[in-house]
Structure formats: structure tokens, C-alpha cells
């Protein structure tokens, strides 16, 4: 096992009605001037915009509001969220919403305390060492934005996808109340559910021996979310069910089963691009890029793969050729994302094939290669794309 | 799924070397005067003690020193570090040891900042609402203590084992050097990993219905843990499982898993009675203790207990009379406990059949009964005393 460093400082109130702690919580933890970042009519037509801000109201604390958080967030809303904030002396970022908005919420904390570009970030050329503390209420299970260090953020000139991680962006607190996610459509709340298992397998596909423990934990989150994520699909007032979606969701991306093992990140990073360029929901994109990557990388570890599909997937163990388990395991997970709704094409997800030399250069724009559980050439890459049509 | 808060703030510092960041940490967490507590000859012997020294004299940060913590730690040594504390204007606790060690420095950084007698945390008369802060450098994997808000102490008079609990007392810190626990006997690591096993089966034990991810979270750490810790029984050195060990015995103490839902803890107070009156070692009292509590209780959820025989003890579902399951995995974990080298009875415990009404009488002092997984009355604890026979 590597040697880490784990911080996970975010404070989680989790549970019914938990949005109603919001004003208490943003007081504990300094704020006295907040700015409300959120998406689109949901949150406002659902009533529960007006929950938060009667929270706030009543602890006395101040707030401007700034809406519009578009899926893939763009760094246009970002710079106008650092603008109002400096002109408003905001000192706490409340994001209400989905990954999209916590992740613009992360950018704008870190955009207000930087004198440069905050774009800076996300290109490489800064770490982020300071940002405005930021508190979420989140209203899907799905990016683990809500317990993480991590932000995406798309850049509109170029439509370039990037993004950045730092201690000083967790947020503060979380607040998690799975009954916010029954409103959510089955198609939205299968994309997410396939980005939490996509931050699993990521986490899964390690170079790193013995790692039992993490090992464990990945599988035991995964197997959890096969089991809770048909009966939300089935029902989509299933409280326990989505109660356990939106923990495994938290789990799965603040690192605890991540640490002190090489980890992954070519699916998320080969997504990326065609989720900048179709607009499509990330989880969805996921979903047609994981079994292309995993059947492409498969036999850089060969046992890797054949033991998720024993101990995940229940496969029978071919020990004669583990190979033929490995390529069930991957078949299963297809079988799983096809029966939640979920496309596994290029045509179901609108992608177009003249477009993949375009996508595999800009996936390995800079260095040439994406380096992961494999080292992949810009070659690999097109050839992976070419497994999605 | 019941609603929960969760805040797990500690900083963990994890791998080779890592005690050497001691001095850093503490400055980073605002101590500049500090009592480093710790217990006997093996934290001096091993040089340990002095490469801590030596980390926070780098960092120029001052210190006073308190060791003789004993397993199963005493009141007395409380009383002795509060007023070294006091007299010394120790500012940060330092505690370098196992869970006896971080316990008693967690007793002392709350009664240092409290007018009353530290034991009416202890008693339940008071609630511990500040604390000094408190740093750890970890030397056996067991208690979890590096990563809870849990402290048990043990009063002389009557020698009364209580514990209690507060954020305030988290560890700012605690660093985990799997490497530190390679000197242990191998009867200390096997009573520590049953240790950790006991937090994962008094969680496990829920009367919440539909906590899949948090059962699926336990069931993973326990594999863990059973295929791990045979590993350091043959070979003491094996970093990477002492590796796993370590970070598994965290994960079942943090409460990650265990958030949500009603947890049991009767085996933890029918074991604390042992370990307080023959001084043994509390692993190997739970060794003892966990088969008679399952075994007596297994009735009120059968099912709870077969799910675990199939899911963690690889045992066949016997679908025509599930207690036969149930039963089998309560065999498994007996003979696993048994091949690590744990006692399974009274005799072997060294404690005695005369003293069992006693013992059932102090279990349940106060209340008359233990309430967890199910209610039990002095009468039912007496019954399990006597299964352990």
C-alpha cells in the first residue's frame, strides 16, 4: 500500500427536512453573507429555493442569489459569480443543486480569493490554496462533488472540459436529504447512479498490490448501488433506497476506498470529451465509455477484472481462463446500465463517428497520452471510441 | 434509513515514516506546548518516542511527558495529567499509542478545560462540550480510538470500565504507520483485529430496516479483516497486510458505517465487566463474549444473522430453515477467532464461574438491563455469562 494523506473535514447532515438546517449550518461554520448558486426552475419550482432561504432568514444572514447553472458548467457563470461576490463582500458560497452547481460553487470560492484567471486552475497552471468556504445542498446522487476536493469545470472557447482538486474547496458541510431526489427523471437518476459506479471502478482499477481492504469497500459500494438502483428506477419514492444511493454516491468519491492505491480515471477522462461536445448528461456518456475502456484494457491485469466479476458480479470463477470471467464481469455491468435505462452506443448517446479523430486529440491534448490503470496513445484512445459505435 | 449527522474532521497521516510528521501536524493544529502521553517500555524501547521528540523539537515545539497508561486505562492517571496539564500550560495532547493510550489523552483533554471531576463524563452526569486538542501516532490497530469521538475509562474504585463520547474529543490528527505494529505479539494484533471485528458486528446488529450500503460496508471491512489478519499471525512483517489492518480498524470505528441505523454494542458492556475485573486484554474478552451474545440473541433476527453467514462466511442459504445458516456463520466466526489464536471460554479468559452473577449484576448496574439489538434483563446476561463456560 502507498503511503496518504486522508482530510475529510465536511460536516454531513443527512435525512428528512435536513434542508431546514442550512441557516444554522452556515453560521457554524463563519458565514454571514451567502451567496445562493443554483440551476434551473427545479430547485425553485419544488419550493425548495424558498426552504433555504427561510433557513437563512432566520439565522438573520444575508444573501444574493445567482441561477443558471447549466450540466457541464461553464466558466462564463463562473466569472460572473466571482464579480457579484467581490462586488457583494460575499464571505460563504452556498450551492443548492446537483455536481454542476457545486462544482461552479468550488470554482467561484476559489476564483474570489485569486488574483489571476481562475481558469488558472483547472488548465494546470495554479493550485488552488485558498477559496471561500462553500456548503452544498444537494439534490442528486451522482458527481460526490458534495464530500470531495474535485471541480469541473467547461471552458466555453474550445468547449475544453478540465478539472482541478484541492483540500480548500471541500465543502464545509453537506446537506443531504434523499428525499430531494424523488422528483429527479429515471433517465437522470440512472446517469447518476453510473457516474457513482464509474467513481468506483476508477478507484477499482489499481496498479497497487494488496490492497484488500479498499479493494473491499469499492466492491461492497458497487454491489450496493446493483441493489438499490432498480427499486428507484422501479419506484421513484423508494426513501431507503434512494437514502442508500445518495451515502454510497458520498462514499464512493471522498476517497476513504481510494487512498494509498494507484487509481484510474481513463473513462472519466475520455467521457469528458464527449460530454463538452454533445452536451450529453456525464453519467450517460460514462455508461458507453466504460465497457469500451475496460474491454480495451482488460489485459493489462486480467485477474483484476475476473475478481470484480466474481465478487461484484457473482460470476463463476473460469480457472481454467479467468479471461472468459473478466469479459463477463464486463458484460454483466453492460447487462446492469442497459436494464437502468442507461445507452451503450455512440448512436443512443448522439455521438458521431466522424467526429472521433477530432475527440481522441483532444483527449490527450497536451501530453499525447492519457495515463491510468494503462498508458493510452491518442491511437489507443480513437481505437477505444471505435469499440463505442 | 434513520437521519444522521457525521463529522469525521481527524487528518490522517498514513504510511512509512510517517511519526516523523508529528511536529508539522501538531504545529499545523495550534499546539505549542505538549503532553505527550504514552504507556509503557515498548514505545521507548522501539526508539519511537524519541523520533517523535526529535519531530517536535524541529518544529521548535515544547513538551512535557506523561507515560505509564495501562491496558484498560485508569482514572488515576487522568487525575495525574489534568494537573500536569494545568500546571504546565500544555496547550496540545499528544498521545503515542494503542487505544488505551488515546483514550486516557482524550480523558485528560477534556478534564483539562472542564471545573467538575472529569468522571461525570464518565457517569453520564455531563456531556463533554470542549476539549485541548488531541493528536495521535498509532502503535496497534484495535480500538479505532484514532478515529472516533469514543474514550473508556476505568474508575479503581469499584473498578468501573465506562466510556463516552464527543466530536470534541476527535483526534485532530493521528498518524498510521502499519510498520509500528510489526513488534506486536501475535496474541496482542489478534486481540486488537477482534477488536475491530466487534465494531463491525455491534453495527451490523440493526433493527433499521433497508441499510444496504452500510451493510454491504461492514460485510466488506470484516472479509477484510478475516483475510488479512491470518496473514500477520504467519508473518509478523507483512506490511501490507498490517497495512490493511490499519486502515480497516479506522473505517469500522469512524461510523461511516454505521450511520443511520440502530447499532447494538451488548457484547462490547457483557465484555467490558470481564476486562475490568481479571484485567485481560479486551479483544480476547470479545472473542469470548461475541459467540454467546449471537448465539443468545440470534432469534430476534434470524435473518440478520444468516444474511451475514452468506455474505461474509461464505456459507450455503439453507432456504427451508434459515437458523441453520444463522447458526453456521456464528460457527465460522468461533473457528476463525479460535485459528488466530483468541480464547473461546471463561477458563481459558481466566475468569471464573462464582463471579458471574456479579459480573451480570455491574453489566447491567443502574438501568437493570442492556438495551441494543434486543433488551436484556441481569437474568438473560447472567444466561450468556454461562455459555461461556
Known amino acids: 500500500m502507498d503511503n496518504f494523506s486522508f482530510y475529510s473535514p465536511t460536516y454531513f447532515a443527512f435525512g428528512k427536512d ?35 432561504k427561510a433557513s437563512l432568514n432566520a439565522e438573520g444572514i444575508a444573501f444574493v442569489e445567482l441561477g443558471g447553472v447549466k450540466p ?3 466558466s462564463g457563470l463562473v466569472y460572473e459569480g466571482i464579480d457579484l461576490c467581490k462586488k457583494e463582500n460575499v464571505d ?50 451522482a458527481a460526490g ?50 457516474d457513482i459506479i464509474a467513481h468506483l471502478y476508477e478507484r477499482y482499477l489499481t496498479n497497487t498490490k494488496n490492497v484488500e481492504t479498499t479493494d ?10 446493483v441493489n438499490e438502483t432498480p427499486k ?22 471522498n476517497n476513504s476506498c481510494g487512498v494509498g492505491r494507484s487509481q484510474d480515471w481513463t473513462s ?25 475502456v475496460f474491454t480495451y484494457t482488460m489485459k493489462h491485469d486480467v485477474m483484476r477484472f475476473a475478481q470484480i466479476a466474481v465478487r461484484v458480479w457473482g460470476c463463476q470463477m473460469d480457472f481454467a481462463n479467468p479471461e472468459n ?25 448522439g455521438a458521431k463517428e466522424e467526429d472521433i479523430k477530432k475527440l481522441a486529440e483532444t483527449a490527450t491534448l497536451g501530453s499525447g497520452k492519457i495515463v491510468g490503470f494503462t498508458e493510452l496513445s491518442t491511437e489507443d484512445v480513437e481505437n477505444i471510441y471505435r469499440l463505442m459505435l
Chains 1, 2 share one sequence.
Open 232 to 253: 428507484v428506477i422501479a419506484d421513484p419514492n423508494d426513501y431507503d433506497a434512494r437514502a442508500n444511493i445518495m451515502w454510497a454516491g458520498m462514499m464512493a468519491h
Open 268 to 292: 472519466h477522462g475520455i467521457e469528458h470529451e464527449l460530454s463538452a461536445l454533445y452536451d450529453c448528461a456525464h453519467g450517460a456518456g460514462l455508461a458507453v465509455t466504460m465497457p469500451a
Open 92 to 141: 460563504f458560497i452556498l450551492a443548492v443543486g446537483g455536481g454542476s452547481t457545486i462544482d461552479s460553487s468550488k470554482a467561484i470560492a476559489a476564483g474570489c480569493l485569486y488574483d489571476g484567471d481562475f481558469w488558472d486552475f483547472y488548465c494546470g497552471k495554479a493550485h488552488i490554496e485558498k477559496a471561500l468556504p462553500v456548503g452544498t445542498v444537494l439534490t442528486i446522487a
Open 325 to 349: 470471467t473478466a469479459k463477463k464481469g464486463i458484460e454483466a455491468l453492460k447487462g446492469f446500465l442497459k436494464s437502468i435505462g442507461m445507452p451503450l452506443t455512440f448512436d443512443e448517446l
Open 18 to 52: 435536513s434542508e431546514n438546517r442550512a441557516g444554522e449550518l452556515v453560521k457554524r461554520f463563519g458565514g454571514s453573507k451567502v451567496l445562493i448558486h443554483y440551476g434551473g426552475g427545479s430547485v425553485v419550482r419544488s419550493g425548495l429555493l424558498d426552504r433555504v
Open 145 to 194: 462533488s458534495e464530500g470531495s476536493p474535485d471541480s469541473v469545470i467547461t471552458k466555453e472557447e474550445g468547449m475544453l472540459k478540465r478539472g482541478t482538486g484541492s483540500d480548500a474547496i471541500r465543502p464545509k458541510f453537506s446537506i443531504l436529504n434523499p428525499a430531494l431526489t424523488q422528483t429527479l427523471p429515471a433517465y437522470q437518476t440512472a446517469a447518476g447512479a453510473t
Open 72 to 74: 457541464n458548467p461553464r
Open 216 to 225: 473491499r469497500m469499492i466492491e461492497a459500494l458497487i454491489l450496493a448501488m
